[in-house]
């Protein structure tokens, strides 16, 4: 069964990091475009960083120079790292795998930056 399952959330104060991690079961990553969303209370989910089968990397204006997306393809997990976090970075973190095969979603993990 194809599953993507998200760890590594938690609280932490701004100015802070934490790493994300999406191990995912069924599904081989290294086929699979890979991104990092959000969803914050009363908004839309949005594209936080995506990466490519083929290694190309995208980030949304708001976490360019924070947050670094990346993949252990031997691992099948595809991690965030984010940095110097922000209190408008709290939200809940979903991952995706998307090919022609399927798209695939987590649960989410919830990040919370509050001092």
């Known amino acids: 069964q194809e599953q993507l399952v998200e760890s590594g959330g938690g609280s932490v104060q701004p100015g802070g990091s934490l790493r994300l991690f999406c191990a995912a079961s069924?599904?081989?990553?290294?086929?699979?475009?890979v991104g990092w969303y959000r969803q914050a209370p009363g908004k839309q989910r949005e594209l936080v960083a995506g990466?490519?089968?083929?290694?190309?990397?995208n980030y949304a204006d708001s976490v360019k120079g924070r947050f670094t997306i990346s993949r252990d393809n031997a691992k099948n997990t595809v991690y965030l790292q984010m940095s110097s976090l922000k209190p408008e970075d709290t939200a809940v973190y979903y991952c995706?795998?998307?090919?022609?095969?399927?798209?695939?979603w987590g649960q989410g993990t919830q990040v919370t930056v509050s001092s």
């Open positions: 990466n490519t089968s083929r290694g190309s990397t």
């Open positions: 995706n795998a998307d090919a022609l095969t399927g798209s695939y």
């Open positions: 069924g599904i081989i990553v290294g086929f699979f475009a």
